[in-house]
C-alpha cells in the first residue's frame, strides 16, 4: 500500500498549477539565481497548500529576499 502523500499526488497534488511563473518573477525585479528559485519554490508549496493566485504571488515576492 502506498504511502499517503503518494495518494494524494496521484488523485490531486500532480494537477494543481502555481498561478505565479519565473517570467513574471523576474519582470518582479527578482534576478535570477537561487532567489528566484526559492521563490517559484515557495509559490508551489502555497499552491499545493490551497493558496489564492494573488497569495501564491505574495508568498513568491516575500520568499526571494
Known amino acids: 500500500r502506498a504511502p499517503e502523500w503518494v495518494r494524494w499526488w496521484e488523485v490531486s497534488g500532480r494537477h494543481i498549477r502555481v498561478a505565479v511563473n ?9 534576478a535570477p539565481g537561487p532567489g528566484l528559485g526559492r521563490a517559484l519554490a515557495a509559490a508551489q508549496d502555497a ?18 529576499r
Request: proline share 0%.
Open 22 to 30: 519565473g517570467h513574471e518573477l523576474l519582470l518582479a525585479g527578482i
Open 47 to 64: 499552491a499545493w497548500d490551497g493558496a489564492s493566485a494573488a497569495d501564491q504571488r505574495a508568498v513568491a515576492l516575500s520568499s526571494s
